[in-house]
């Protein structure tokens, strides 16, 4: 077959789930991109894999080799990009260099693997029928405030990743712009020896963490922010609506049908307004 990038999911922790295509995929690269040679060597030779070329692409070094890697490919090499975890490309190195593949008109191919966010979104119990999501929070400063903010304001679901260190920290930030009663799940070392599950609310979160130290990996799975109510039109706003209707051509009637039904409003009310005033 001809040269290819193949992005392949590897485990989030169960090495059991690598899947059968993924192992292929491996044992038949030319040249594997990963973040860390060793641990990525660790996997190999735990999936009984002889030794491969490794290219190390991390946020230092993607930019840099993706030419090098875009010339191995249009000359033939399968080369197959992994992250130390999960998916490549979310919150991992991977997108710079799958741009850079597409940009040069070559083939990709994705073996879908194990990522901590949709494993999260599935034991949550949080409904995340639309989600999003945010990854890691920026640390501190300006942009940390405007991201928090838009996350207590966000109608889906908020799916974050976060460092144990900083959860307690992130989880307290949460309740001020949320407030305390919002729903939340904290997924722990998924698919590992110590996974755990804790869901609640978000003041309940704060206790349950000083009780009992984060340690581990871990996804926050916020609940989106219950819609704000419309905003009542006092009679005066109702009014100018119309007048704005009729500026730009329509027939009273139609004003009437348009701006009642547009706005949720009684047409019998919007009817007396335009005939009195
Ligand atoms: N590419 C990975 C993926 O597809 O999920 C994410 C890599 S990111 C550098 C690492 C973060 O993902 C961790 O800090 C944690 O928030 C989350 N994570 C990864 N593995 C996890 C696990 N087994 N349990 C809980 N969270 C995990």
Not at 182 to 201: D, I
Request: proline content about 6%; hydrophobic content about 45%.
């Amino acid at each position: 077959m001809s040269g290819r990038l193949v992005v392949v999911g590897t485990p989030i922790g169960n090495l059991d789930d690598l899947s059968p295509r993924a192992r292929r995929a491996l044992d038949e690269a030319d040249l594997i991109c990963c973040e860390d040679t060793r641990r990525t060597g660790r996997l190999l030779q735990s999936m009984g894999i002889g030794r491969r070329e490794f290219r190390v692409v991390n946020e230092h070094t993607e930019h840099g080799q993706a030419p090098q890697l875009v010339s191995a490919i249009a000359g033939g090499s399968m080369v197959v990009l992994v992250s130390d975890a999960g998916m490549p490309a979310i919150s991992d190195p991977g997108q710079l260099l799958v741009a850079a593949v597409a940009e040069a008109g070559l083939t990709i191919e994705v073996v879908p693997g194990p990522t901590a966010v949709s494993t999260a979104i599935a034991g949550s119990g949080i409904d995340a029928r639309r989600f999003c999501f945010e990854g890691f929070l920026p640390r501190k400063g300006r942009e940390r405030t405007e991201r928090l903010a838009a996350v207590a304001a966000e109608e889906r679901a908020v799916v974050l990743y976060e460092a144990p260190h900083r959860l307690e920290r992130t989880v307290a930030d949460l309740v001020e712009l949320c407030g305390a009663d919002r729903p939340v799940a904290l997924a722990r070392e998924l698919t590992k020896m110590y996974e755990s599950w804790w869901r609640g609310t978000l003041g309940e979160a704060v206790a349950h963490l000083e009780a009992d130290p984060p340690r581990g990996e871990f996804v926050v799975v916020v609940e989106g922010a219950v819609p704000a109510p419309p905003a009542e039109l006092d009679d005066e706003a109702i009014l100018a609506l119309l007048a704005a209707e009729l500026d730009e051509g329509a027939s009273r009637r139609d004003a009437i049908d348009h701006v009642a039904a547009t706005h949720g409003l009684p047409r019998k009310r919007v009817y007396r307004l335009a005939t009195d005033s």
